[in-house]
Nanobody, 127 residues
């Protein structure tokens, strides 16, 4: 069974940090580009970041560039998102998604475009 399971969310004060993880199973993780997408309360899905299958190429939304870092460990079948200098506007449910197509990984927020989509982890940035 193809599965993506996010973890690491929680409540953090503005300026704080969190590291999200996405554990993958049921497919060849090292062959897939990976994407983080978020959804703030009452808003649509927002593309956050992507990394190619080997980890050598990454891309970020302007809203998180310089604060978030995407990485992966193919030996552990795990994707990460290190989030620093968090702001209240980063409050959202964060989802990870997998696709073999880099063009989709860096552009899409449509779950139908991805081979797999996680259940999400809540990040709340508040004092």
């Amino acid at each position: 069974e193809v599965q993506l399971v996010e973890s690491g969310g929680g409540l953090v004060q503005p300026g704080g940090s969190l590291r999200l993880s996405c554990a993958a199973s049921g497919f060849t993780f090292s062959s897939y580009g990976m994407t983080w997408v978020r959804q703030a309360p009452g808003k649509g899905l927002e593309w956050v970041s992507a990394i190619n299958n080997g980890g050598g190429s990454t891309s970020y939304a302007d809203s998180v560039k310089g604060r978030f870092t995407i990485s992966r460990d193919n030996a552990k079948n795990t994707l990460y998102l290190q989030m620093n200098s968090l702001k209240p506007e980063d409050t959202a449910v964060y989802y990870c998604a997998a696709t073999p197509y880099w063009g989709i990984a860096v552009l899409s927020t449509d779950p139908a475009d991805f081979g797999s989509w996680g259940q999400g982890t809540q990040v709340t940035v508040s004092s």
